[in-house]
């Protein structure tokens, strides 16, 4: 089944604890792409990749780092999570760049 | 930037009617998608509709491109019809898409 794929699904953590939520799709999508959603902001892009080795950052990159060192794999890296990074985060591939979206499942995150 | 509008924010039908919910864009755009965020979180991608019409089930949409806009028509609501339904634009080159801030639909039974 095509699919993108995002672990964990719900994550509690603290302040400073690093973390890595990982993304993975099997349709050799080049595009990939980390959203976080908010109430009342709704969905804003974090980074993204147009293809390995080729990361750029969206509207919100403030405090997250990512990799593309293969295809099918993007995660998205909080070094030093803070409260604010609470959010809904969802991981999205599509080929071609610009085409159509399929998103993960979602992952929520919880920084205490 | 490009500011995307949806109307209307929150919709209640019953099962069985008809709608229309509408996405504006204020400056031309490449790609258009619509997607329904289910009440469990996920997002479906409905529509990849950068112009003309696709139909889809009880589902349906429309791009006027030249116009700023698009449209989604659900027939024949279900419950499971509920959820907030998103349009995203990406502007030429920019590989960002942009999100409106949604329109919820409660479908009662």
């Known amino acids: 089944e095509a699919q993108v794929t995002q672990n964990p699904r719900y994550l509690i953590t603290v302040t400073g604890k690093k973390l890595t939520v990982t993304c993975s799709q099997n349709?050799?999508?080049?595009?990939m792409s980390w959203y976080r959603q908010d109430p009342g902001l709704g969905l804003r892009q974090i980074y993204y990749?147009?293809?390995?080795?080729?990361?750029d950052k969206g509207d919100v990159p403030e405090g997250y780092k990512v990799s593309r060192k293969e295809k099918r794999n993007f995660p998205l890296i909080l070094e030093s999570p803070s409260p604010n990074q609470t959010s809904l985060y969802f991981c999205?591939?599509?080929?071609?760049?610009?085409?159509?979206?399929?998103f993960g499942s979602g992952t929520r995150l919880t920084v205490v | 930037g490009i500011q995307v509008e949806q109307s209307p924010p929150d919709l209640i039908l019953q099962e069985g009617a008809n709608s229309t919910l509408r996405c504006n864009f204020s400056d031309s755009v490449n790609n258009l998608q619509w997607f329904h965020q289910n009440p469990w979180g996920q997002l479906i991608n409905l529509f990849y509709?950068?112009?003309g019409t696709k139909q889809n089930g009880r589902l349906s949409a429309t791009t006027v491109a030249t116009e700023r806009y698009s449209l989604l028509y659900i027939s024949s609501s279900q419950t499971t019809d509920s959820g907030v339904y998103f349009c995203a634009v990406e502007r030429g080159g920019t590989y960002k898409y942009i999100f409106g801030t949604g329109t919820r639909l409660k479908v009662l039974a």
């Open positions: 990749s147009m293809n390995v080795e080729v990361t």
């Open positions: 509709i950068p112009s």
């Open positions: 349709m050799n999508h080049e595009y």
């Open positions: 999205a591939s599509s080929s071609p760049t610009g085409g159509r979206y399929t």
